[in-house]
């Protein structure tokens, strides 16, 4: 995400037609024309999928070499509007900064699916990444704002696991 696009969707979240007090139907409406208002780079290639039965968003940059580690993300949105197909903007700049590819979980949304249901899908999609191949050293966890409270979570969720810890 350029320094323009930031300064774009900081300024519609500030002064937005987002009401965070309003229909969740519509406000989920609103927060996908506010995020996919500025077009991803023409290098970006994103591929929905699952992992561990979880649907995801791969998120890679066209003829870059990436590193094998993986970046596991967890997209923002007061754990109820966002996706992870709005948050690629900043997971595509992520992956192109990081050198990595990027997995940014769709998990499941609240209040349709209370808390401990994106928990549970972000323990999904790591068991997922490791099941697949990916080394537990070469996992590292992201997200922004809702998001960086499912990674924390999950982390502290991962302890009462039988599972590799992650990188990060």
Do not use: C, W
């Amino acid at each position: 995400m350029s320094s323009e696009q930031r300064r774009q969707l900081d300024e519609m979240l500030r002064h937005g037609p987002l009401d965070r007090g309003g229909d969740l139907a519509e406000q989920r409406v609103v927060f996908e024309q506010m995020m996919s208002a500025a077009p991803l780079p023409e290098d970006v290639v994103t591929e929905a999928g699952a992992i561990g039965e979880v649907p995801v968003v791969h998120i890679s940059i066209r003829d870059a070499s990436p590193t094998p580690g993986v970046i596991l993300y967890f997209h923002g949105g007061a754990y109820a509007i966002g996706t992870a197909t709005l948050a690629a903007g900043l997971t595509s700049d992520i992956a192109r900064r990081a050198g990595a590819r990027v997995v940014s979980v769709d998990y499941r949304r609240a209040p349709e699916n209370p808390y401990p249901a994106g928990i549970e899908d972000a323990v999904a999609a790591y068991r997922g990444l490791l099941t697949d191949g990916v080394s537990a050293k070469d996992v590292v966890f992201a997200g922004e704002s809702s998001g960086g409270g499912i990674v924390a979570a999950t982390l502290v969720a991962l302890k009462a696991t039988d599972l590799p810890q992650p990188a990060t």
